[in-house]
C-alpha cells in the first residue's frame, strides 16, 4: 500500500502549482463550458482560468480515453501533459496503449477513487441537489443511488496504475487533496512539489467494496440472457445505429468490420434468405452485430457505462456487456487495464492451455 | 500616436495552382507586396478546395478566408472555379443563415497576369477584415 | 380516370389488405414494409413474400425507427432488384430515396415506391418509453382528418406530407374511414393499378376534389408554420454564442450522421485520418484559445456536415430521434437547408431529373457570392512606389 499524504491544497491549487513549478504544460480534464452552459472534456493550458476545471465532476460526457487517444496516437506530446481520469477510463487508456492507439511517455496520469457517475442523457445534467447528495455519499464512502447502474456494480473503482493517485472516498471533493505517487514518474512529481510531510490514514472502504460486489451480482441477474427468445427481446429495439460501438474506447477501428463491405450484400444474396425465411428483418445483422462487437472488444471491455448512455433506444447495453466481458477475461484469467505489461488474451498463446474448451 | 493596440488580423488567402499563384508570381515580378499578415495557401484548384478548409480555419485562429482562382472559363480543369463558387455559396449561405460572419469568406478570380489585382484584393481584404475585428469563433474553447 | 381508384376498406386494416392482395394475386413479389416488433413496443423493416406476409405489418407506422432510405440503400446499392418489389415509405424517406438515387446509391430497377399522406410520428424515445396501446390508437384515428399533434420538431414543420413523386400514392386525407383514393403517377405506378380491384366509381371526382381542398389548405398552414417556427428558432441559435449553446451538450457521438440518410459516406471525412493531428499541434492550438474541448472539432464536425449535406437534406428528424442528448438538430439542419436549397433554387427529392446542384456547374451565375473587383487599393498603390 503506497503512502498517503497530505497535499494542504485543494484540486485547483494543485493544477496550478503544477504549471507554476513546471512540471506540466497541459492539462487534460472535465471543464465548465463558457457560461456554465455544461461540462466537457478539455485540453487545458497554462492560461486558462483553473476554477472551471472540475475534474470530478459525476458525469462521462466521453470516456476520457479517447480523447487522450486522439490526443497521443500519432505522436506524443513534447512536453508533459496531465490527464485526469477515472479508474475505468484509466483501464481503457492502457488497453488502447497496448494495442497502439495511445502514447503514454509524457502523459501523466491522474486519477482517483470514483463513485461512479449520473446517466448523461438528454443533455441534462444533474441538479444542484442531486450533486450535493453525491457528495455526501462521498464522505460517508456510500453508494448513491442515481448514479449509473454498472457504475453501482463497480468495483474496481480504485485507480490502479496510475502516476498519481487522489484519495476522495471518506473525505469529500472539497477537502484538501490526500496523494499517493505509485510510479517513478510520480515520485519525481512528489519530489518537485515538495510533497512529504503529514502521511493521512487511508479510509475504510471494505463495506463499500461488499455493497458494490453484491449491487453487481445484482445487475448480472437482472439483466442475464439465458436463451435466444431472451437475446431477441433485450435487443428488439434497436436501431443498429452503431452509437454504442462509436464511443466505446475499446472499439478503436476505424473501419468497423461491421459496417465494411463483408455485409454490403448483393441482392440475389437478399433474395436466397427471403427464399428460405419468407420474411426478412432488416438491416441484417442486428443482433451478429452486438454478438460479433462482443466477441472483438470483450475481453478488454472496463465497464465505463458509455454504450448505455448513448443509446437512443435505451438498450442497457453496458450491463450486459459488462457482465459478458468479465466472462471471457475470466477464461483468460485477464484483467483489461490492470497492468501494461500483462498481454492481451488474444494475442498471446501456448499449445498447453484451455483444454476444458475442446470437446 | 495611439496606446492601443493594433489589431493585426491573420487571413488565410487560398490560390488556385494556375491563376491565383500566377497572379502572386506576377506581383513579385513588378516587385509589388501585400500585408505580411496574410498568409498564402495554395491549391491546385479551388474547385479541389473544401469549404471544410475553410471552417476549419475559421475556427482556429484565422479572422478571415479570401479564395482566389481563374476566371470563369479559365479554369485549367474546366469547370473547377465554377464548383468553387457553388461551394463558397453554399458556406457563406450557411454562415449567414447561423449569424457566423459570412463577409470574413472572399470569393475573387484573379489570373495569372493580375498581380495588381491580386494585391488591392489583399489590402482590400485586410482594411474589411480589420474593420470587422477579430472573429469571435478563433477564440472560442467550447467549439 | 385511369391513373386513380377508390378502394373500400375500413381504417389500417383496410390499408394492410391492399398490400396483402396485391402480393398474393402476384401483382408484386415482394414487399418491403414496416411491422412491429417482437416485443410489440416499436417497428422494424421487414422484407416478405406472399408466404411470408405479416399479421402485425404497418404501411404507417406512428414511429420512424430507421429511414427508410437507408434499407432501400441497403438492398439495392449492388444492384438491381431481384423480383418486383414494392417499398412503403413516408414522404421523407422517399425523398431520400430520390436523393439517394441521384448519389447513385439506390437503384430503382424493379422497385416500385409507394407513399402516403403522413400524419407524422411520434419521437422515437417517447413511442419506446410510452404506452403504446394508447398511442397506436390516438395515431390511427387521426389518419383522415389531419389531426395527429406530435412533438417530433421535423413532424411539426413538415409541409411536404404527401406521397408526391412516388409511383403509387395513397390518399386518405378527406376521406371518411371506409377506404381510400389510390393514384398512379408514373408508368410503373400505372401499371400496376391497372390491376388492383378498386372501382372506378362516379363519385370519384367529388372524392378527389375533397382531398384536394383539404390539401391545398394544410400545405399552406403548415407551410406558413414551418417558416414561423424555422425562424423563431434562428432567433435563438443566432450568432457565435447562441449556437455554441446549442451544442453545449454534444458529446461528439456523430450519431446525427449516422442515421442520416443522405450522409451514405462509408467513411465520413470527420472520422478520417484527415483530422487526426499530433499532440503538440492539439496542445498549440489549446494554448490559442486556453483550452480545447475534447474529443476536438465538435462544431466543425456540424458545420462541415451542413457544408456536404444540407443541399440534400429532406428534414426526416432521424437525426434528432437518434441523438442521445436530445439537441435539435433536425431544427438546425432544416433552417440551414431552407438558405441553401434556395441559394440553387433546388428542391431535394421532388424528382429524379433535377439535377444535384454539385454535379452541374454555370458559367453566369451566383455573381452575388463573388467579391467584385472596384478599385486600385491606395496602400497597394504607396508600397509600389516605395
Given at each position: 500500500m503506497e503512502k498517503i499524504y497530505d497535499?494542504?491544497?485543494?484540486v485547483h491549487d494543485f493544477i496550478k502549482a503544477m504549471f507554476e513549478k513546471n512540471i506540466v504544460s497541459g492539462l487534460g480534464a472535465l471543464t465548465q463550458l463558457p457560461d456554465n452552459k455544461g461540462i466537457s472534456y478539455s485540453l487545458l493550458s497554462?492560461?486558462?482560468?483553473?476554477?472551471?476545471?472540475?475534474?470530478?465532476?459525476?458525469?462521462?460526457?466521453?470516456?476520457?480515453a479517447i480523447a487522450v487517444s486522439k490526443l497521443t496516437r500519432e505522436t506524443s506530446p513534447s512536453s508533459p501533459i496531465a490527464v485526469f481520469l477515472r479508474p475505468c477510463e484509466l483501464r481503457a487508456l492502457i488497453e488502447l496503449t497496448k494495442i497502439k492507439q495511445?502514447?503514454?511517455?509524457n502523459l501523466i496520469l491522474i486519477s482517483f477513487d470514483c463513485s461512479g457517475v449520473f446517466p448523461f442523457k438528454d443533455g441534462k445534467y444533474p441538479t444542484e441537489d442531486t450533486l450535493k447528495r453525491y457528495d455526501q455519499s462521498i464522505k460517508e464512502a456510500k453508494i448513491n443511488d442515481t448514479i449509473r447502474q454498472v457504475c453501482k456494480g463497480c468495483e474496481n473503482y480504485q485507480p490502479e496504475g496510475a502516476d498519481i493517485a487522489i484519495s476522495?472516498?471518506?473525505?469529500?471533493?472539497?477537502?484538501?487533496l490526500a496523494l499517493s505517487f505509485a510510479t517513478e514518474k510520480g515520485k519525481s512529481i512528489q519530489e518537485k512539489m515538495g510533497l512529504t510531510a503529514s502521511e493521512i490514514q487511508p479510509s475504510t472502504i471494505e463495506q463499500l467494496t461488499s455493497d458494490k460486489k453484491r449491487n453487481k451480482q445484482e445487475l448480472f441477474k437482472n439483466t442475464q440472457i439465458s436463451n435466444l427468445d431472451e437475446l431477441l427481446d433485450v435487443f428488439?429495439?434497436?436501431?443498429?445505429?452503431r452509437a454504442c460501438s462509436y464511443v466505446c474506447?475499446?472499439?478503436?477501428?476505424?473501419?468497423c468490420y461491421f459496417d465494411?463491405?463483408?455485409?454490403?450484400?448483393?441482392p440475389e444474396n437478399y433474395a436466397q434468405r427471403l427464399n428460405k425465411k419468407n420474411t426478412l428483418r432488416l438491416p441484417l445483422d442486428r443482433i451478429f452485430f452486438h454478438m460479433g462487437r462482443l466477441s472483438h472488444m470483450g475481453s478488454s471491455?472496463?465497464?465505463?457505462?458509455m454504450c448505455s448512455d448513448v443509446c437512443p433506444v435505451d438498450i442497457p447495453v453496458s450491463e450486459m456487456f459488462k457482465a459478458g466481458g468479465q466472462n471471457i477475461q475470466g477464461v483468460f484469467n485477464y484483467q483489461p487495464g490492470?497492468?501494461?505489461?500483462?498481454?492481451m488474451p488474444l494475442v498471446t498463446y501456448q499449445e498447453k492451455e484451455l483444454h476444458e474448451m475442446e470437446d | 500616436m495611439s496606446d492601443e493596440k493594433e489589431f493585426i488580423p491573420n487571413i488565410v488567402y487560398g490560390l488556385c495552382a494556375w491563376c491565383g499563384t500566377g497572379g502572386s508570381e506576377t506581383a513579385a515580378a513588378h516587385h509589388l507586396k501585400y500585408p505580411e499578415n496574410i498568409k498564402p495557401f495554395r491549391v491546385m484548384c479551388t474547385g479541389a478546395l473544401d469549404p471544410v478548409y475553410i471552417l476549419r480555419a475559421l475556427i482556429e485562429g484565422a479572422d478571415g478566408f479570401i479564395v482566389s482562382g481563374c476566371h470563369p472559363g479559365d479554369c485549367h480543369y474546366d469547370s473547377g472555379n465554377y464548383r468553387a463558387r457553388r461551394r463558397i455559396a453554399a458556406l457563406k449561405s450557411i454562415l449567414n443563415t447561423l449569424g457566423?460572419?459570412?463577409?470574413?469568406v472572399w470569393l475573387r478570380w484573379v489570373g495569372h497576369g493580375e498581380g495588381q489585382r491580386l494585391v488591392d484584393t489583399a489590402f482590400e481584404f485586410n482594411e474589411h477584415i480589420k474593420k470587422l475585428g477579430p472573429n469571435p469563433l478563433k477564440s472560442r474553447r467550447d467549439s | 380516370m385511369d391513373d386513380i381508384k377508390w378502394l373500400q376498406g375500413k381504417g389500417k386494416p383496410g390499408i394492410k389488405s391492399f398490400f396483402q392482395d396485391i402480393l398474393t394475386r402476384g401483382l408484386i413479389d415482394t414487399v418491403l414494409m414496416p411491422a412491429k416488433n417482437k416485443k410489440g413496443n416499436s417497428y422494424a423493416w421487414f422484407l416478405m413474400n406472399k408466404d411470408g406476409f405479416?399479421?402485425?405489418?404497418?404501411?404507417?407506422?406512428?414511429?420512424?425507427?430507421?429511414?427508410?432510405a437507408n434499407i432501400l440503400k441497403n438492398i439495392t446499392k449492388k444492384g438491381e432488384s431481384w423480383s418486383k418489389t414494392a417499398v412503403v415509405l413516408r414522404p421523407c424517406e422517399l425523398r431520400a430515396v430520390i436523393e439517394l438515387t441521384k448519389l447513385e446509391q439506390?437503384?430503382?430497377?424493379?422497385i416500385i415506391l409507394i407513399s402516403f399522406d403522413c400524419p407524422g410520428a411520434y419521437p422515437l424515445t417517447q413511442y419506446i418509453s410510452g404506452d403504446q396501446t394508447s398511442l397506436d390508437q390516438k395515431y390511427d384515428s387521426s389518419l383522415y382528418t389531419a389531426s395527429f399533434e406530435t412533438e417530433r420538431n421535423a413532424c411539426i414543420m413538415?409541409?411536404?406530407?404527401?406521397?408526391?413523386?412516388?409511383?403509387i400514392q395513397l390518399c386518405f386525407l378527406?376521406?371518411?374511414?371506409?377506404g381510400f383514393l389510390i393514384s398512379a403517377a408514373s408508368a410503373k405506378g400505372k401499371e400496376l393499378l391497372?390491376?388492383?380491384?378498386g372501382t372506378n366509381e362516379e363519385n370519384l371526382e367529388i372524392k378527389t376534389k375533397k382531398r384536394d381542398e383539404l390539401l391545398g389548405q394544410l400545405q399552406k398552414e403548415k407551410n406558413e408554420k414551418r417558416q414561423v417556427i424555422l425562424d423563431r428558432f434562428k432567433e435563438t441559435i443566432y450568432g457565435t454564442d447562441n449556437l455554441l449553446n446549442v451544442f453545449s451538450?454534444?458529446?461528439?457521438?456523430h450519431n446525427c450522421r449516422r442515421a442520416c440518410?443522405?450522409?451514405?459516406?462509408?467513411?465520413?471525412y470527420f472520422e478520417s485520418k484527415a483530422l487526426y493531428s499530433e499532440a503538440d499541434n492539439q496542445l498549440n492550438r489549446a494554448t490559442r484559445k486556453n483550452a480545447l474541448r475534447m474529443p476536438s472539432d465538435l462544431l466543425l464536425f456540424h458545420l462541415g456536415r451542413m457544408n456536404h449535406m444540407s443541399i440534400s437534406c429532406?428534414?426526416?428528424?432521424a437525426c434528432e430521434d437518434a441523438c442521445p442528448e436530445n439537441i435539435p438538430v433536425s431544427l438546425l439542419f432544416s433552417l440551414v437547408s431552407r438558405d441553401t436549397q434556395a441559394v440553387f433554387n433546388y428542391d431535394p427529392g421532388?424528382?429524379?431529373?433535377?439535377?444535384l446542384p454539385f454535379v452541374v456547374y454555370k458559367n453566369?451565375?451566383?455573381?452575388?457570392y463573388e467579391a467584385h473587383y472596384t478599385k486600385r487599393h491606395q496602400s497597394a498603390c504607396n508600397c509600389n512606389t516605395k
Open positions: 497535499s494542504q491544497m485543494n497554462d492560461g486558462f482560468d483553473f476554477q472551471k476545471c472540475m475534474p470530478f465532476y459525476p458525469v462521462m460526457p466521453a470516456n476520457a495511445a502514447r503514454l511517455d476522495i472516498i471518506g473525505r469529500g471533493v472539497h477537502e484538501s428488439d429495439t434497436c436501431i443498429a445505429c474506447p475499446i472499439c478503436y477501428c476505424k473501419n465494411s463491405q463483408t455485409f454490403q450484400y448483393y471491455c472496463v465497464a465505463c457505462g490492470q497492468n501494461l505489461d500483462e498481454p | 457566423l460572419d459570412s463577409d470574413r | 405479416l399479421e402485425t405489418s404497418d404501411p404507417i407506422p406512428p414511429v420512424m425507427t430507421i429511414q427508410g439506390i437503384n430503382l430497377e424493379n413538415c409541409d411536404k406530407f404527401t406521397g408526391q413523386g412516388a409511383d378527406g376521406q371518411s374511414d371506409d391497372k390491376d388492383v380491384n451538450a454534444c458529446i461528439n457521438c440518410p443522405i450522409c451514405f459516406c462509408s467513411e465520413c429532406v428534414s426526416c428528424g421532388h424528382s429524379l431529373e433535377e439535377p453566369e451565375e451566383l455573381k452575388e
